[in-house]
């Protein structure tokens, strides 16, 4: 890809874009949670097409229409979205350090694929913390939640 | 510039900026109106730095905090929005068709410094076939109320 293509979706991703880290409550999973990661670009769907456009250079993810009148174009996955922010990340000016924070934790979390139960909620730490930056509401699951789940589960003896 | 810095602020500007023409009523015009263009940049306050960032670059316009938490970045004349959508140009993809249209009317009217009624009132039409690509709501003043006052004004003779 042409070094002003990336350095454009850089500039759509600062103007437009997210970066989130997300606990999903996963019964099958030993922790009872599971990291998810999605980068994400939105504009209303009349505009639909620059949200193709952008799939159509980077080659991975959806695009999809919600019902509130908005596209939604989704990558998700560790290994997608770290490939993304890396192309990416020279070129980002305002979400800079989210991008640096979201490769360090991906790195942290896909190098370790069977994590103590504390490395994990380690993890959720840095997820929060991620949220805050976004400003993101409506969390439903947090920090909190894991280490109640954990506890729960004898996961957390006293050291 | 760097081409890919022009890339990145085209990109931003897709996601997140609007080039706006407007008519401003002004009692001491010929033709009561002024037709003011303005490109215009958006982020909340806590985010201001990229908008200073981007008027670092572009070296025209000002940045300044709104009342309702955001910061807008403006940039506003023909000359000054005229240079920067020249040197965007080439890098805009979802705006392209707005970029070109912004262009030729920027054109038109610097070339014609005094324009027939007729002449000004096909421009006012032209704004608001671009205010339609906007979506601009709460239009004050539109091709009617101009045509209203240039024909109160004996402006508009049968041919």
Redesign the interface.
Known sequence: MR???????????????SIMFQLKPRSDYAYGFQIKVTLA?Y?KQS?R??LE?LYENLKVGAVRDRNDGMSEYDIEGFAPVRNVLEMLEP?V??KRDQVDMALRLIEEITNQPEPAPNEFLEWCAKVEIFQTLNYTKNRRHTYESVRAILKSKGYLVPP
């Open positions: 070094d002003t293509t990336l350095a454009y979706i850089a500039g759509f991703l600062d103007g437009d874009g670009f504009q505009n097409s620059i456009w070129y000016v305002l």
